[in-house]
């Protein structure tokens, strides 16, 4: 592994707000588009999705304000500051002039969901970041607009309601938007306008001077680091929410809210090592050189609040081709510091435990093709790797443990019956199914499957057997790789593009999914072919009784 960037954030120096801030209000600086303006203490900064590229901050209130504390729903008070170019150079500057055919066709999840969030006008704004508002305009206030609900609840003060304010210069516009419940609405509007009264957006030798200077220094940081995809790297380090920092890895970006240096340092050299390791078990398709965003947030409360879903412990978010996962540590101590009592108390190996499920999904994405394979090899093998042992510099995996998280709901399925998942069912487990009412006992199952399958003496010696996880999976490398060249659109000239416009994106990446979902069809086809089920089940229950748990005093304690 190549020498980690010392894990200090970059410090930028740039023209801040020529004003000095009010009282209560601190100076935000967006150091990709250079915006300006003061923003309330008593709001923190939630970082935005690498793919949002029209919302340049979100803040969210710290605390619930005392208009809204009879609310039965402890509501969420947000800012957004925006900015966006019209026509973002696809207008004709000539009327008689036909617009010209997009070339920029998405090819990645990626690409597509970053086309998607494109704004070019006023209209395209409200549908895509207010679709559910009435946007009315204020008499006699230039750029300001109320925003109510399409569909008012039965219950009208707990309708949200909010503001918004939009400034221009030139193509460029921006502004001001806040969402909250309308007995807080008064008091929302001094705030928006307030910070909108301040929103700078620099222009002219001022606005290249401060970019300038924050490339040189950036420049200055990768000097002499021979790491891949610089630009990438730069961007997430010039988007960093406040009080955010970042490392550079190898093959990531780390981008944290933490303090816990120590767990910053293990997640930075063992990511890394066991990236290793699933290369030599799952040989990828092709060099895998996408650089992924790892993000750990401070605590389980600010990853609910940038979208973690809730009980979950992590996510791998193909599209942002990132990462998230928060410092469970940190979680037990603020709800310690909170009194309040939690069944189990977690450490900074649940972190790691995450880290290396939700490195394995990234992986494997990008080692078949772009293609996640079937939940219960997915999800299976993801909790398989969470058991990953390393040495103490984090280069090799010493062992695979079983999941402290899975091992006793896998056990109750085969000693109590309790949950337990027929092989067949599991095999062919759509997702809505795995992931539907019993999402606990597939992921048990899912594990435990794997961990047999990985493990078992009998499995080893069985000439059938033995193949199946590598029969899948090279099946489904080989099979995609058909697909796509079978599925793929041919080329089409510029008349057939323009007259289809965008809906040749919409067939290019339907096409995709189409041969995504033959190979996954075809892999586990020949996986199942001539397969003895009932006795390949029958061992993998006699497998995982005889199984020794590490933590028989944990038994009573369940995990999703």
């Known amino acids: 592994m190549k020498r980690v960037i010392p894990l200090i954030g970059v410090l930028f120096i740039v023209a801040t707000v020529s004003a000095q801030a009010p009282s209560g209000y601190v100076t935000w600086v967006d150091k990709e588009t250079g915006l300006t303006t003061f923003v309330p203490k008593g709001y923190k900064q939630i970082p935005l999705p690498p793919t949002e590229s029209v919302d340049r901050a979100k803040i969210i209130a710290k605390t619930v304000p005392r208009e809204l504390k009879r609310l039965r729903a402890r509501p969420t008070i947000k800012v957004f500051l925006f900015k966006w170019t019209d026509g973002a150079g696809t207008t004709p500057t000539d009327p008689n002039e036909k617009p010209k055919p ?59 309601s909010g503001w918004l304010v939009i400034k221009r210069q030139g193509a460029a516009a921006y502004g001001v938007y806040s969402l909250t419940w309308k007995p807080h609405q008064r008091t929302m509007k001094r705030l928006t306008t307030k910070v909108a009264r301040y929103l700078k957006l620099p222009e002219g030798e001022k606005a290249s001077a401060a970019k ?16 891949r995809h610089l630009e990438h790297r730069k961007k997430v380090r010039r988007n960093l929410a406040r009080g955010w920092k970042a490392a550079d890895t190898e093959n990531y970006i780390l981008v944290y809210h933490t303090k816990n240096t120590k767990l910053i340092n293990r997640i930075a050299k063992n990511i890394e090592g066991v990236r290793s390791y699933y290369e030599t078990i799952f040989p990828p398709a092709r060099e895998v050189t996408a650089v992924s ?5 401070a605590n389980i409360t600010e990853y609910y609040a940038y979208g973690g879903p809730r009980g979950s412990g992590g ?119 795995y992931y539907g009412a019993r999402v606990s006992d597939f992921y048990a199952a899912g594990w435990s499957f794997v961990y047999f399958m990985r493990n078992s003496k009998v499995v080893a010696k069985h000439e059938q057997w033995s193949g199946l996880l590598d ?45 995504q979902r033959e190979a996954k ?40």
């Open 212 to 227: 300038n200077k924050i490339e040189k220094q950036l420049d200055r940081l990768y000097r002499n680091k021979k790491y």
């Open 315 to 433: 996510f791998w978010h193909s599209g942002n081709e990132e990462l998230v996962l928060f410092d469970y540590m940190q979680t037990t101590l603020d709800a310690e510091r909170n009194r309040q009592r939690l069944k189990t108390k977690v450490f900074d190996r649940d972190a790691l435990l995450v880290l290396y499920h939700e490195a394995f999904h990234q992986y494997i994405y990008y080692a078949v093709g772009e293609v996640a394979p079937h939940d219960w090899f997915n999800e299976g093998h993801g909790d398989f790797f969470s058991g990953a042992v390393l040495t103490s510099n984090g280069k090799k995996v010493t062992k695979i443990r079983p999941s402290w998280w899975r091992i006793h709901p896998a056990k109750d399925q085969m000693e109590k019956n309790k949950g337990r998942i027929a092989l067949k069912d599991l095999l062919t487990a759509e997702r809505r199914d």
């Open 293 to 297: 965003i790892v993000r750990i947030c």
């Open 102 to 160: 997009e070339t920029d066709i998405p090819t990645t999840i990626r690409e597509m969901m970053e086309k998607s969030k494109e704004i070019k006008s006023f209209d395209d704004f409200k549908k895509k970041k207010l679709s559910q508002f009435e946007v009315e305009a204020v008499k006699g206030q230039e750029g300001v607009y109320e925003l109510r609900m399409k569909r008012v609840p039965l219950d009208y003060e707990a309708a949200p």
């Open 521 to 560: 069809e075809k892999a586990i086809k020949k996986m199942m072919e001539d397969l003895d089920v009932v006795s390949l089940d029958d061992e993998w229950e006699k497998f995982i009784k005889k199984l020794r748990d590490p933590w028989p005093e944990r038994r009573d304690r369940r995990r999703r």
């Open 471 to 515: 029969l899948y999976f090279n099946t489904l490398k080989e099979e995609y790789q058909k697909a796509v060249k079978r599925f793929g659109p041919e080329e089409e000239d510029e008349e057939e593009e323009e007259q289809r416009g965008s809906g040749v994106v919409i067939t290019r990446f339907g096409s995709k999914q189409m041969a």
